[in-house]
């Protein structure tokens, strides 16, 4: 992968300038990793919004079915969802006006990355953001 969809500059501006993260696949199971990265980013003073087909209320924020379902302005659209269904989030991440997009650990689909990057999106792909936390707290 090419470090173009891990520039410091990016990862370092998401994780300290931004207010809000969608979690797209972020689901009540605290067993799953987007619940962590969600606890850890909400105990940052992010304010974090769930985005899954059930809608569910997560860490007190309530969920969305869907990203053009959320209101007001999202930062980071963050895609806890399987590579193979990467492309559909990053496209609704740019259809909702989203600023950036982060594909974590695992999660690559460079192509709907480039799409994301074309459109005006800061992109961070296969990272984790408690590990890029940990790396510039």
């Known amino acids: 992968m090419e470090n173009r969809f891990a520039a410091e500059d990016v990862i370092k501006r998401l994780l ?3 207010r809000t993260w969608a979690f797209v696949g972020l689901s009540d199971n605290p067993e799953r990793t987007a ?3 969600a606890r850890l980013l909400q105990s940052r003073g992010k ?3 769930p985005v899954h ?3 569910e209320s ?3 924020e309530p969920g969305y079915a869907s990203l053009a379902e959320v209101p007001g302005t999202v930062d980071v659209v963050g895609i806890y969802r399987r ?3 990467a492309a559909e989030a990053v496209d609704e ?3 909702a006006g989203a600023g950036a997009v982060w594909l ?3 999660v690559i689909d460079e192509a709907a990355a480039q799409r994301a990057l074309d459109a005006g999106l800061s992109v961070v792909m296969d990272r984790c953001p408690g590990v890029e936390w940990a790396l510039r707290a």
């Open 93 to 95: 991440a740019i259809a």
């Open 83 to 85: 590579s193979e269904f």
């Open 16 to 18: 300290h300038e931004s």
């Open 53 to 55: 087909p059930d809608a």
């Open 35 to 37: 619940y962590d990265q």
């Open 104 to 106: 974590p650990l695992g």
């Open 58 to 60: 997560v860490l007190g």
């Open 47 to 49: 304010r974090i919004v």
